[in-house]
């Protein structure tokens, strides 16, 4: 049985005293170094703004240091165990400071929140360093040190504009994604999809003669069990001539994994994980772009959003048959 580490520096910091804490199965180390050393020459952190985590914990099964060995995507996931001892951590000094300066700015925290992270197993280097931050090192390649990609020449035309209103609702779940709210990201997307999909159907319905808006919420409303799987297959098919299974053969399993893991969430008492959110996030664009593509509704997204979505949903822990997978997931397509 191995021991995996994971020293991990995160932009934020709580009221926590430093020293070692046992979060269930994990030991967590808190620390405030000004200066860190990753191997190239001495990074001075942020002032008052980070704070370095050191987790460990017995790898029972020996899955976590597969993982961390594989040469695949699975070496990149491990880190979310880590997080998620950090989340326990943070969540029990907000519960006991909600509203006080002390708790100010103390959130959950997700990949996006790390300056670094590095892991080892039995005390030897995995070889997995992530830096996400280099100090005052970083060098622009770009008309702006501030912008070394060139991205505001990208989001100049969006700046002040309605654009793609479905993708900017999404944003709000990768944002959510990225920060560690794995729960609130699923339940987001899932309710913007059904939102979409009941307003698709009381515009199909109009254009095929049910005027009166009351008619159409009460055939809507009176649709209460499996309400998507209806609205999406039988009705569907009724109002635009295809149910969503026949526009996208993987359509039907992806809405019987949706509605599970969505009731799982809203009555079981269950969280989402970062896994089942990155594909609970891609199903539902997958299916509001399926009826994009079929002219029932508008629902845009910018390809480069959409091979996100893929990949994220791809590069996750036993991903369902219906996530695309290697080149299908990393193509620049709309088509899988």
Not at 44 to 64: A, H, N, Y
Not at 199 to 225: F, P, T, W, Y
Not at 280 to 295: D, F, M, R, S
Request: neutral net charge.
């Amino acid at each position: 049985m191995s021991v995996i580490q994971f020293t991990v520096g995160i932009g934020l910091k709580a009221p926590i005293a430093d020293g070692v804490y046992e979060v269930g199965p994990f030991t967590v180390e808190v620390s405030y170094p000004s200066v860190v050393n990753l191997g190239m020459g001495p990074e001075r952190l942020p002032i008052g703004l980070s704070t370095v985590f050191s987790i460990s914990w017995e790898d029972v099964k020996g899955e976590d240091a597969k993982h961390l060995k594989a040469q695949s995507y699975h070496r990149h996931l491990t880190i979310h165990k880590a997080l998620d001892a950090i989340n326990e951590l943070f969540q029990a000094y907000k519960l006991v400071r909600v509203g006080h300066i002390d708790s100010c700015g103390v959130r959950s925290i997700g990949i996006h929140d790390t300056l670094f992270y590095f892991s080892s197993i039995d005390g030897t280097s995995s070889g997995n360093l992530n830096v996400r931050w280099r100090g005052d090192r970083f060098q622009s390649h770009g008309a702006s040190p501030h912008d070394p990609f060139g991205t505001t020449a990208l989001a100049a035309t969006h700046i002040a504009t309605k654009t793609l209103p479905v993708a900017r609702r999404y944003l709000r779940c990768y944002e959510l994604l990225e920060h560690g709210f794995y729960s609130e990201a699923f339940i987001i997307a899932f309710s913007v999809m059904d939102d979409l999909v009941q307003e698709m159907q009381h515009n199909l319905l109009q254009l095929k003669g049910m005027n009166a808006k009351a008619d159409r919420d009460s055939l809507l409303r009176g649709i209460k069990e499996n309400r998507l799987k209806l609205y999406l297959g039988p009705l569907l098919k009724i109002t635009a001539g295809s149910t969503a299974t026949e526009l996208w053969p993987q359509a039907e399993k992806a809405l019987e994994w949706l509605n599970r893991i969505r009731n799982n969430i809203a009555h079981g008492g269950f969280g989402a994980d970062y896994h089942s959110a990155a594909v609970g996030i891609y199903a539902c664009i997958k299916l509001l772009h399926t009826l994009h593509a079929a002219n029932v509704m508008v629902a845009e997204f910018p390809v480069e959003f959409f091979r996100h979505a893929k990949l994220t949903a791809a590069w996750t822990l036993n991903p369902p048959a219906w996530v695309p997978a290697g080149a299908q997931a990393e193509n620049m397509d709309f088509d899988s």
